[in-house]
């Protein structure tokens, strides 16, 4: 672990996908490449490594190193809320700071009792969708996105978990085709990548599909549609999630009169956002069709 992490930082690496920094990183791929779980349970720090351990743990350091591809990528798991996930490059590497409020349930600004049906938009590899299907055992989850190949993703995800009964995974663009749909909870990770910011992402992020990362000059192109579309969506005390990163500033300065609630995270994260569906819809009224 030692050697692995010195090589990373000799190499320049860039971290953010699920770690953070060359030792966390070092420890995830000479545990995976050992066999071992993430949380290192079983590892004896003494014993000498064979051949053959040895071997594997060089392959896994070195394809870092030379792809620049995020770990996740090569070992093909992440891991968020406490579960694992299938990942490849169709999809983001989860690591929203959202993970946090779905351990607690949204408490306590949802009630959990209440929840029913959610929606995860723009879900990806389905990260969130499925852990809230696990926060909320009684409830139905929609998981849509516009990205046929990511929804592969994510049915694999589902099934992984078991949970086909339940969870739906559906492609749509925004809240296109979920007509007559309501839910208690809307939950996303849209894109929210400015133009500016994209061009100057490291290697590593360059691996991420970027119809997944990036939206316009102020990485609001798919933020507001999903604010002005909430309120039909939603049930009456429902909730508005949204992860919208460093384009939290431009999102006040384009809706100065909005009542956001940015919500803080012990493990880290900025750039969430709630408001409830009461407050989505005196902001964002529904306009009626025709």
Known sequence: MDWAEARFREAGLCFGHGTDNAWDEAVYLVLHALGLPASGQGLDAERALTASERASVLALVEERIRTRRPAA?????????????????????????IAELI?????????????????????????????????????????TDISRK????????????RLQGRVQAIQCDLYEG????????????????????????PAEYRHEPGIALAAGPDGLEQV???????????MAGGGLVVEVGDAAQALIERCPQVPFMWLEFERGGHGVFLLSAEQCAEHFPVVPEG
């Open 73 to 97: 990528y090569i070992t093909r798991e992440a891991w968020f809320a406490g579960l694992r996930f299938y990942v490849d490059e169709r999809v983001l590497v989860p690591r929203s700071p």
């Open 103 to 143: 351990e607690e349930a949204f408490a306590p600004w949802i009630q959990a009792q209440r929840v029913a049906r959610v929606l995860d938009l723009c879900t990806g590899s389905g990260c969130i969708g499925i852990a809230c299907a696990h926060a909320f055992p009684q409830a139905r989850v929609d998981l």
């Open 150 to 161: 990511a929804l592969a993703v994510a049915r694999k995800n589902i099934a992984a978990h």
């Open 178 to 201: 979920l007509s007559g749909r309501r839910y208690d909870l809307i939950v996303s990770n849209p894109p929210y990548v400015g133009s500016g910011e994209m061009a100057a992402l």
């Open 224 to 234: 507001m549609p999903i604010l002005e579309g909430a309120a039909g969506q939603l």
